[in-house]
């Protein structure tokens, strides 16, 4: 179902859908067709052939995404866990000291806004789901959460499984 407010135009190699927080325009494979009835996006598969059902369904997902992100945007929070691990705002990036002999400077890809609240959370949000999450996962990665120590940067629902040192082994 397309909301109201949301256009999708329907090109020879892609989908572009605009919405109230812009325009993103998504591309699909060939042997998929796409079609619009009775105000409804219509993915269609050329047969039931296993490849043909990936694509189907990938293709579904991308356009459902699409008009997800140009309604209602994506947001990924993470947070910084550590005796002394900061994060700024500086600009439309970020700083961030995590423990290295250096401030981590990290700015947004296109498309993505970064806000930071407090001096331990991290707002990644943007209209496209790929690059707020790719954005999400380039902050985490510049220190991943130990799982001996509660320190690094993980996402807020990130539940993590924290492992006993040397010594709580050895006395079981």
């Known amino acids: 179902m397309i909301p109201s407010g949301v256009e999708v135009d329907i090109l020879s190699d892609g989908v572009t859908v605009k919405g109230p927080k812009g325009s993103l325009t998504q591309t699909y494979h060939p042997e998929v067709k796409v079609s619009i009835q ?31 992100g140009v309604t209602d945007g994506y947001t990924k929070t993470l947070e910084l866990m550590g005796v002394g691990y900061r994060v700024q705002q500086s600009g439309q990036g970020i700083t961030l000291s995590v423990g290295y002999s250096h401030v981590v400077d990290m700015q947004p890809i296109e498309g993505v806004t970064l806000e930071v609240e407090g001096t331990n959370r991290i707002f990644v949000s943007g209209i496209d789901k790929q690059k707020v999450g790719q954005q999400a996962s380039l902050i985490r990665r510049v220190r991943p959460p130990n799982a001996y120590k509660e320190k690094g940067i993980k996402y807020s629902d990130e539940v993590l499984k924290y492992k006993p040192g040397k010594t709580a082994a050895r006395t079981a």
């Open 38 to 68: 009775d105000d409804q996006v219509v993915v269609e598969r050329l047969s039931d052939r296993k490849f043909h059902h990936s694509l189907h369904g990938l293709t579904r997902s991308l356009i459902a995404n699409a008009i997800t």
